[in-house]
């Protein structure tokens, strides 16, 4: 998205990919209103939305009890033309966005290349890179290192990455049984003090859609034993019980961290997405908040290019979105899991009334959905200077 959004403003991109090709992860797959925005200037949302399901009401429910809340996005239509969450798997958004930068021909995306290493000058960066050929080297005037969890360019850079990893291994597993028949909303979030779930409906051949299901596992029980088919239809049968086994067409497992960088630039090299922060899946945010980044610095790195701008262009960005994650991003997922798995009762029992209470009363209502789309975390981080 970084490059796209630097090739509309007529600035020469290469991007580099160590895989082959697009890669399939079906982890990120939940997309709100102001990610929606952010796509829309690149022309990309219209054609995106062709593909997907439009979840405008979403839930909390008790693992004993049942729905606790249900929320409707309805509620923020006045401040955004996206009133939704839009669920569809981020490897069905990377060919539209790869398709676009393709048509530009100051963009070149080149496959099978890893990055090694780089060395920063007064005017620019050399990255190293491997390919099959050999080694190469690509020289730029900056470099935007976009390359997740265990960025390689974060490391060359030297840049902390402070925080911690859960105790929990997740699993997700796809199962094509239509949970809308047993009162679940496409997007849902189950709380337990044992084992708390949450609820993802993907497009998928069929109108029941596919749908995921995350649960957290112990992380010293051996993989296999965690992903075993049995284990896996015991978890969903302990979450909606049915006299059929489920269909399941997908598992998966993976750990997760809270971090954010120390800082999102160094120089001439820039960090973002997953490279600059890291969170846990609950309230669907990690991804929103990377191509919230690229939004945010693909204008400014834009205009420093073209000399409109000094690099403290570059430092702001570092700070507005810096910011965002550590006020927003870190400490909703964080309060969202430890809702969920709260173990004392009376707390448990606080909680979910709280929750209930604000579904309930309009302008509480209002106030959180604000929250939990990222719409105040933009916003806030505008503000930043």
Known sequence: MTALGLAQHDVPVTVIEQEPALTTDLRAGSFHPPTLE????LGVTERFLKIGIRVPRWQIRDRRTGVVAEFDLGLIGDVTPYPYRFHCEQFKLTPILLERLRAYPHATVRFSTSFTSLRQTDDGVVASVSTAEGRDEISAAYLVGADGGRSAVRKAIAVDFPGYTWPERFLVAGTRVDLAEYGFTPNAYIAD???????????????GGLWRVLFPTDANVPEEQVVAPEHVEQLLQGLVPRPEPYDVIHIGTYRVH????????????????????????????????????AANLYERLARVWRG?????????????????????????????????????????????????????????????????????????????A
Do not use: C, W
């Not at 779930?197 to 069929?206: E, L």
């Not at 800082?263 to 997405?273: H, I, S």
């Open 193 to 207: 003090p044992v084992e708390f779930s949450a609820i993802f409906k993907m497009p998928y051949d069929g109108p």
């Open 258 to 293: 809270q971090r954010v960088a120390a800082t999102f630039r160094a120089g001439r090299v820039l960090l973002a997405g997953d490279a600059a922060h890291v969170n846990n899946p609950v309230g669907g945010l990690g991804m929103n908040g990377g191509i919230h980044d």
């Open 308 to 384: 409109e701008a000094d690099d403290a262009e570059l430092d702001r960005y570092s700070r507005q979105r810096r910011q965002a994650q550590l006020d927003y991003v870190q400490q909703q997922t964080i309060r969202n899991k430890k809702q969920l798995e709260e173990r004392d009762p009376a707390q448990r029992r606080r909680n979910l009334d709280e929750l209930k209470r604000t579904a309930e009363t309009p302008a509480l209502a209002r106030a959180f959905l604000r929250n939990a789309t990222l719409i105040n975390s933009v916003e806030a981080a505008a503000q930043v």
């Open 38 to 41: 952010a796509l829309a200037a």
